[in-house]
């Protein structure tokens, strides 16, 4: 019965404008890199499928837009997310400085029930540029998962292919892990009570 | 109110949307599918986007919930497609009752159904689009067709030419349908709910953006198929929907979705459309938008950048020639004036265009926009200073036709300073910069001159020539005018001269300006020291303009002549007649400085600055004696007594400053060896000033200290000491003997004792008596036969009866009993390596 059961994936990849959450995407699915840079609008996804374990699965890969006002509806497609992919660049500072806001809103915005709980993935991008670029070393990367709670890492290039299965790999797992952990709970008969109560209240009026 | 109303719609529609998808799923997912039972839950949970209750972000959540719930229900169809024939149930779902849900279903069996092979996906395609205009609720017809445009994105061909065709005009004309529920959105309801729809209108610009960002997807596109193709066909939608929301927003989507090459290739033509835009579209903003990105391209990309304004410029070159081949001569100039690749002159002949045509315009987004040129042309052509130049002139002739809100121009004027690395740019500006800067109110032009001196002196840059020194001052001018021409001339003739005495408690930004630039005169910098002294000419000739304000600058000025003499007698190239120059300049610029304190413009600050300028004459003639002209130096000299006789008249920088005369002569050799009469002129006037100050303490310190004056003898190295360490008898060896005058000495010795012994408190007696025994050791010591044992030993006696007559136990005596037992200490240890010691008394 389980195996006609189709599984999807909700991941939300958050960053800072320009640090390459599009192309990671990109390389991912697509196995594609441009070097253009264009800016998200909004939300926008990707969907891949995946088998983890024997287990097929289609993975919905939803890319934001770093920039604010690009989200005038809100980030409403955070709500039912099963994993979250945190993206910052490796020669930006402030990019590293902003993913714990972007956790943060992460978890307020998309209203999860254990936020202690919740998979969530570091990922320091542009790992391809010289040395000398670099602002944010192995180490520093490290306390930053440990400070927002012994959080997978992996650096990457979106450009030169590196790390990028491995990481989403990960992704997928996890997030498989969150999805079961959920559909099991009572939130699936949660529903169905709410749905009586509703009725008697309609009834009412 | 109406939000709580709202969330409880919200809320009722969720649960329902949420129950309705566990039940579609439980039929989808049993083993023996009901999957007609799943789509009537389907249609049941899609019914609830019918409502028209909830704002656009509410909407939009339950959007989000019912695409999710959709989600399992393509997967269903995906797998099972080969017993449900998709074709069949595309059919069957356009007999649901409500369009809403109907068309939803219709798409997402449509979808599906493209996905797989040998599907008719243009007809599908087609189809699904035309049927989507059922849907002519604007809010609910653009989340539709947002679902149409997310559901088919994965899926639209592109293989052939003609696909790609036919894809791009779907997604276009998705998007002109959307963005025509959108505008109609803004005519809807009543005119009091205008402020709403604003803002929900706002809400919902990001589903008709999502179009345009799909077809950026499109990487079968280059930059040559978006000129012909595609930007024309957009443009033209965004200029005809005459709706300034619509038109800032999707411009603002264009110049961020494709990449930057699009926008090199077709800039004539975004900017061409922009002159047809409506009235309250706000022009700047896209302009800066559009320039900080080709700014940035440069920064990333400079090589590519490169690549592609060549590519434009035979783009540009082959048109031309096309056109001159086809149209007649004279009418092809003036319909298409952009034949230039230069992208500065595009965008400024761009910015004359846009004044032209758009009366309308306020100077601040003008101000904005010529700042956002001004940028790019210092990022993309950092050496073509013209450009500037002409954006100034641009700028002025703006600026004449207004007097309000000028301040709105300062970004502008401190653009070139702040977004080059090279602040000697600022220099190479023509008159334009000036004049431009000079229309700004006095303030903005003040911390702008502030703003310019302060990147000159962060950078150290230097200034070489007559041109650069010029042109800077001339750059900080409003500096030098305002103090007089505006507040003390009025104030002095309104409230008579007392209000002009009654000076300067400068403000700090004055006190910060001003020391900026006396700073600023350590930037001047010739290798050839007399061309340099000319530079510091010109600079003195722009700080004399400053008023009483010249005490901040001018001290620095005469260092710097004091620092090229030094420099010149180093080289031993100091030139006699060129010296006479820079003494004459030294004293006329003292001059003016004392001028200051004798017309009492400054009150109490003039004690200072007088001694400052007696300071200055004496560094001066110190280093006219260290390079051999003593004539010049005792002449240096004397005016400093000059100074100090007729411009120090508190005591106690009377005392200060005959400390100083002291020190300097002190150091002096040359004067000394060259002119002996001259040098007793002088020592011997010091100690006659040192005995004739107020107080008693100071004249008998003054005149004890000028006894150093005829005993002036010049120890040798650290180095050379050492060497002889086991020779420490033979002192005389040591040391090089400049002047010796043992009666002098003993003479000066001998006055500050009567002095001190005048003195009418005896514990201000002992504490002198204890100094001048110091001396005399020092005296003793260096070999001044006068200073006798006997004479040590009475002035040991002296200060031992003194203390026994005030009494051991006195507390006030105890510093000077401190250091006469110290004293002693120091002679006992003497004794040891010197067996004249031995004599003196002590017990």
């Known amino acids: ?205 | 109110m109406n939000q709580a109303l709202d969330s409880k719609t919200l809320e009722d529609s969720l649960l329902i949307v949420k129950q309705q998808i566990t039940l579609m799923r439980k039929c989808l997912e049993s083993k023996n599918p009901q999957f007609m039972d799943a789509l009537k839950h389907a249609s049941t949970f899609l019914s609830e986007l019918r409502t028209n209750k909830l704002s656009p972000k509410l909407y939009y959540e339950l959007y989000v919930l019912v695409f999710d719930g959709l989600a399992y229900l393509s997967d269903f169809l995906k797998e099972s497609h080969q017993t449900n024939h998709l074709a069949d149930l595309y059919e069957l779902v356009q007999y649901a009752g409500n369009i809403v849900p109907r068309l939803y279903l219709m798409i997402t069996i449509g979808s599906v159904y493209m996905s797989i092979e040998n599907a008719p996906k243009l007809e599908i395609m087609k189809d699904m689009l035309e049927m989507s205009a059922g849907v002519q609720d604007p809010i609910r017809g653009l989340f539709l067709r947002y679902y149409l445009s997310q559901k088919t994105k994965e899926l639209l061909p592109t293989e052939t030419e003609s696909e790609l065709k036919e894809t791009i005009q779907f997604t276009i004309t998705n998007f002109i349908e959307m963005n025509k529920l959108w505008v109609r959105l803004k005519h809807q309801g009543h005119s009091s709910e205008r402020e709403r729809r604003l803002k929900e209108r706002k809400e919902l610009q990001i589903l008709v953006g999502s179009n345009l960002v799909r077809i950026s997807q499109l990487d079968q596109i280059d930059k040559f198929y978006y000129k012909e193709s595609i930007l024309p066909k957009v443009l033209e939608q965004i200029v005809q929907c005459k709706d300034s929301l619509a038109q800032e927003y999707l411009l603002d989507v264009i110049i961020q979705v494709f990449p930057d090459e699009f926008h090199l290739l077709t800039l004539d033509d975004f900017l061409q459309s922009t002159l047809h835009l409506s009235e309250g579209f706000s022009m700047n903003k896209i302009l800066v938008t559009l320039i900080n990105r080709l700014i940035d391209f440069q920064k990333r990309e400079p090589a590519n950048v490169k690549v592609i304004i060549s590519e434009l410029s035979t783009l540009t070159l082959q048109k031309d020639e096309h056109e001159e081949n086809h149209t007649e001569e004279s009418d092809s100039e003036t319909t298409k004036p952009q034949t230039s690749s230069n992208l500065f002159e595009k965008f400024y002949d761009y910015s004359h265009l846009l004044v032209e045509n758009k009366p309308e315009l306020n100077f601040k987004d003008l101000s904005l926009i010529l700042e956002a040129i001004c940028k790019l042309s210092l990022s993309y052509y950092p050496q073509d200073y013209e450009n500037i130049n002409k954006v100034f002139g641009f700028a002025l002739a703006l600026i004449h036709q207004t007097t309000q809100h000028l301040e709105i121009w300062e970004p502008l004027l401190k653009t070139p300073i702040c977004y080059n690395f090279d602040p000697k740019l600022v220099l190479s500006l023509d008159d334009n910069y000036k004049q431009f800067a000079s229309a700004l109110p006095t303030a903005i032009q003040s911390a702008n001159a502030l703003y310019i001196l302060e990147k000159f002196l962060e950078q150290d840059v230097r200034l070489s020539t007559v041109e650069e020194v010029k042109t800077l001052y001339e750059l900080l001018a409003v500096w030098f005018t305002s103090e007089d021409s505006s507040d003390s001339n009025t104030n002095s003739l309104l409230f008579g001269t007392d209000s002009s005495k009654n000076e300067p408690d400068e403000s700090p930004e004055v006190v910060s300006q001003y020391e900026a630039l006396a700073k600023s005169i350590h930037l001047i910098h010739h290798t050839n020291p007399y061309k340099h002294f000319e530079l510091l000419e010109i600079a003195k000739s722009f700080m004399s303009k400053s008023g009483s304000r010249v005490r901040y600058t001018y001290p620095t000025l005469l260092f710097a002549v004091i620092k090229l003499i030094r420099k010149l007698t180093i080289v031993q190239k100091l030139n006699a007649l060129k010296l006479k120059q820079f003494c004459q300049f030294f004293s006329a610029t003292n001059t003016e400085l004392l001028t200051l304190v004798s017309n009492g413009t400054l009150q109490s600050e003039g004690g200072v600055l007088a001694q400052t300028c007696m300071n200055l004459n004496l560094s001066m003639a110190l280093i006219l004696d260290q390079s051999s002209h003593i004539d010049l130096s005792y002449e240096f000299f004397i005016n400093s007594f000059v100074i100090y006789e007729e411009s120090i008249v508190d005591s106690r920088l009377q005392f200060q400053c005959l400390l100083s005369i002291i020190g300097t002569l002190h150091k002096c050799r040359n004067i000394v060896n060259g002119n002996e009469d001259n040098f007793d002129v002088l020592i011997s006037k010091t100690a006659l000033y040192g005995s004739k100050l107020l107080k008693k303490t100071d004249q008998c310190r003054a005149v004890y200290l000028a006894s150093h004056l005829w005993w002036i003898i010049e120890e040798l190295d650290e180095e050379d000491e050492i060497e002889s360490e086991t020779a420490k008898t033979s002192e005389d060896e040591l040391q090089v003997v400049i002047k010796t005058d043992n009666k002098k000495v003993l003479e000066c010795l001998q006055k500050s004792l009567r002095i001190a012994d005048s003195c009418l408190e005896t514990n201000v007696s002992l504490e002198l008596f204890v100094e001048i025994l110091s001396r005399s050791l020092y005296f003793f010591i260096h070999g001044n036969e006068l200073i006798t044992i006997k004479y040590l030993n009475g002035l040991i006696e002296l200060i031992q009866n003194s203390i026994l007559t005030i009494g051991e136990e006195n507390t006030s005596i105890d510093t000077p009993t401190k250091h006469f037992q110290r004293t002693l200490e120091y002679i006992r240890q003497q004794a040891q390596i010197d067996s004249r010691f031995e004599e003196i008394k002590d017990r």
């Open chain 1, 1 to 205: 019965m389980s195996s006609k059961k189709k599984t999807i994936l909700k991941v939300i990849i958050l960053g800072d404008s320009g640090v390459g959450k599009t192309s990671l995407m990109q390389q991912f699915v697509n196995r594609k890199f441009s070097q253009q840079y264009k800016a998200t609008i909004g939300a926008d996804f990707l969907t891949k499928e995946l088998v983890i374990d024997n287990k097929n699965v289609t993975i919905q890969l939803w890319d934001t837009a770093g920039q604010e006002r690009f989200q005038s509806l809100g980030v409403a497609f955070y709500r039912g997310a099963d994993c979250c992919v945190l993206v910052y660049d490796v020669t930006n500072n402030k990019s590293y400085d902003n993913v714990v806001s972007w956790k943060d809103e992460f978890l307020v915005q998309a209203n999860i029930k254990n936020p202690e709980t919740f998979p969530f993935i570091l990922i320091g991008n542009k790992i391809d540029v010289e040395e000398n670029k670099r602002q944010i070393n192995n180490k520093k990367a490290q306390q930053l998962c440990a400070q927002l709670g012994n959080i997978p890492y992996f650096e990457t290039s979106a450009k030169e292919a590196v790390n990028i299965d491995q990481a989403f790999d990960v992704v997928a797992r996890n997030a498989l892990q969150q999805e079961e952990s959920l559909d099991f709970g009572d939130d699936y008969t949660d529903a169905i009570n709410i749905h009586l109560d509703g009725e008697s209240s309609t009834c009412g009026c």
